[in-house]
């Protein structure tokens, strides 16, 4: 399993480099004009990359009182799976992407995100296919989340917007800013990152890139 996130973090960034629009016309927007909407756009994605990456919903563990009290798990037949509990913050996959498409392109969400989220994926490395399951599923009553799902990194990236610039080659639909960053766990170790943002439908921009994982 340890392989198998690993190898899953690795296609992750690989997507998320591979993810390039065709060349297009006009001038990149000035660092005060997409200034406001990246710091809004980098603080909201902590939350959808835990959802995501990170240790993903409350759920109601098979073991524990509540479960065994109230025979949660009796006759259940979702294996591999857990109850996210009914104090979630998302209690549907609709939610989920609902409060994902704030944040990030849909590029990025069709091709990325979501298929790793909701429909699981086979990973070929040297031992043969190993297959994941859907982080997420639902149905009529419930959300669940995978037993199997193992957090792909702990803690978060802070970012210094202060030093935020914006990088070739931007231009009118996609535009790519550099800015200092590092783990959480390590302020002394301050690197450069580069975040890409497409412009959507609706003339917002959107993150086209993962913002979480370690540095």
Not at 17 to 45: F, H
Not at 160 to 183: F, G, H, L, Q
Not at 205 to 215: E, I, P, Q
Request: proline share 3%; net charge negative.
């Amino acid at each position: 399993m340890k392989r198998l996130v690993c190898a899953a973090l690795a296609v992750l960034l690989l997507l998320s480099s591979s993810l390039t629009l065709s060349s297009c016309g006009g001038k990149a927007p000035k660092i005060e004009q997409i200034y406001d909407r990246v710091v809004e756009l980098v603080e909201a994605s902590h939350e959808i990359n835990t959802v995501f990456y990170g240790a993903g919903l409350p759920v109601y563990a098979r073991d524990s009182l509540y479960a065994e009290f109230s025979h949660l798990y009796y006759n259940f037949s979702q294996n591999g799976y857990e109850i996210v509990t009914d104090y979630a913050k998302f209690l549907t996959i609709h939610d989920i992407k609902t409060a994902a498409e704030k944040v990030y392109s849909k590029a990025y969400l069709e091709e990325v995100l979501y298929p790793m989220a909701f429909e699981g994926h086979a990973i070929t490395g040297i031992g043969g296919v190993e297959v994941a399951m859907a982080k997420y599923r639902e149905d009529e009553q419930w959300i669940y989340q995978s037993e199997d799902a193992q957090p792909l990194y702990a803690g978060m990236i802070v970012y210094d917007y202060s030093t935020m610039k914006i990088t070739r080659p931007s231009n009118a639909k996609a535009c790519y800013v550099t800015v200092n960053a590092w783990n959480e766990d390590e302020p002394q170790a301050v690197r450069s990152v580069r975040l890409r943002l497409t412009l959507g439908d609706d003339g917002n921009w959107y993150l086209d890139s993962f913002t979480g994982g370690r540095l």
